[in-house]
C-alpha cells in the first residue's frame, strides 16, 4: 500500500500561483500513475491532471491546459501540481490519487485510483 499526503494549499489571489505536493509512504509512489481531482463546496469531485508512472503521458482537464503543470520526482516519492493564473473557480479541496494500473482506467474516474490523501485546501480570491 502507498500512503498519500497533499501540501502546498493556501489563499491566493486571482492570477497567483501555488504548487501542491503529493508525498507518499509505503510502497515507492513510482508504482503508480497519480492523479489530481478537486472539489468545490457543493460540487462533484472532478478530474485536474493525471501522470503515469514515468511521466510518459500526461493528461489536463480542459479547464486547467496551459495553466497547470503536472510532474513528478519518483526519486523524492512526490508528485507535484504547478498551478499558475489562477482562478476563483479553482478553489476546492485538491486531493491526489494513486493508480496501481498505471492509467489502463478511465484516468478521469476517481474509482480508477486506490489510494487517496486527505486533501489540501485551495482558495483563489477574487
Known amino acids: 500500500q502507498v500512503q498519500l499526503v497533499e501540501s502546498g494549499g493556501g489563499l491566493v489571489q486571482a492570477g497567483g500561483s501555488l504548487r501542491l505536493s503529493c508525498a507518499s509512504s509505503g510502497r515507492a509512489l513510482s508504482r503508480y500513475a497519480v492523479g489530481w481531482f478537486r472539489q468545490a463546496p457543493g460540487k462533484d469531485r472532478e478530474f485536474v491532471a493525471a501522470i503515469s508512472r514515468g511521466a510518459f503521458n500526461i493528461y489536463y482537464a480542459d479547464s486547467v491546459k496551459g495553466r497547470f503543470t503536472i510532474s513528478r520526482d519518483n526519486g523524492m516519492n512526490t508528485v507535484f501540481l504547478q498551478m499558475s493564473s489562477l482562478k476563483p473557480e479553482d478553489t476546492g479541496v485538491y486531493y491526489c490519487?494513486?493508480?496501481?494500473?498505471?492509467?489502463?482506467?478511465?484516468?478521469?474516474?476517481?474509482?480508477?485510483?486506490?489510494?487517496w490523501g486527505q486533501g489540501t485546501q485551495v482558495t483563489v480570491s477574487s
Open positions: 490519487a494513486a493508480d496501481p494500473d498505471n492509467l489502463t482506467r478511465s484516468r478521469y474516474r476517481g474509482s480508477s485510483y486506490d489510494y
